[in-house]
Antibody
Framework: QVQLMQSGAEVKKPGASVRVFCKTS????????VHWVRQAPGQGLEWMGV????????IYAQKFQGRISVKSDMSTSTVYVELSSLRSEDTAVYFC???????????WGQGTLVTVSS | EIVLTQSPATLSLSPGERATFSCRAS??????LAWYQQKPGQAPRLLIY???NRATGVPATFSGSGSGTDFTLTISSLEPEDFAVYYC???????FGQGTRLEIK
């Protein structure tokens, strides 16, 4: 079965960077793009970025340009997002999600809480 | 930038009633709209894609319609497990609406 398993919760200080990992299984990794979405406490869903199946192309939301990087490792079927220059407003649950042929996100990771606090 | 506006912000209904959610795009997006359900502490679940197609395993009580700028998600008869937050999403930069909370009346 398709699974996206994310790494555990992180606590970071303002100005630091964080990496959140998403290990996929149960499908052909190189056939689907993977997105990152975050959700601040009590707030809605915010799309952050996407990486295409072969890992050669990324698209980022303008809001995060310059401090986001999404990479993939085909050898381990893993995608990760790195967000730098963290501030308190980056405290959120971060989700990875599989792209369903540009029609929506059909499988999601369980979410990773990132807390930014001094 | 295309903005999605969902209404109402909160919908208060009872089990067995019909629920109707609205999502309006700031400019035409054809049929490129998806709907999600999210329960507390869980990841979102894809319900509808391409405006009107039910995702795998989604009950027939859920239906979607619309094209261009106006879209609707309908739950024909509410079950207790349907009370959650619902989001719409467009294909253009995969942006989401702000969500509609469906609560028990």
């Amino acid at each position: 079965q398709v699974q996206l398993m994310q790494s555990g919760a992180e606590v970071k200080k303002p100005g630091a960077s964080v990496r959140v990992f998403c290990k996929t299984s149960g499908y052909t990794f190189t056939s689907y793009s993977v997105h990152w979405v975050r959700q601040a406490p009590g707030q809605g869903l915010e799309w952050m970025g996407v990486i295409n199946p072969n890992g050669e192309n990324t698209i980022y939301a303008q809001k995060f340009q310059g401090r986001i990087s999404v990479k993939s490792d085909m050898s381990t079927s893993t995608v990760y997002v790195e967000l730098s220059s963290l501030r308190s407003e980056d405290t959120a649950v971060y989700f990875c999600a599989r792209d369903f042929y540009d029609r929506g996100f059909d499988y999601w990771g369980q979410g990773t809480l990132v807390t930014v606090s001094s | 930038e295309i903005v999605l506006t969902q209404s109402p912000a909160t919908l208060s209904l009872s089990p067995g009633e019909r629920a109707t959610f609205s999502c309006r795009a700031s400019q035409s997006i054809g049929s490129g709209l998806a709907w999600y359900q999210q329960k507390p502490g869980q990841a979102p679940r894809l319900l509808i894609y391409d405006s009107s197609n039910r995702a795998t395993g989604v009950p027939a009580t859920f239906s979607g319609s619309g094209s261009g700028t106006d879209f609707t998600l309908t739950i024909s008869s509410l079950e207790p497990e349907d009370f959650a937050v619902y989001y719409c999403q467009q294909r253009s930069y995969w942006r989401f609406g702000q969500g509609t909370r469906l609560e028990i009346k």
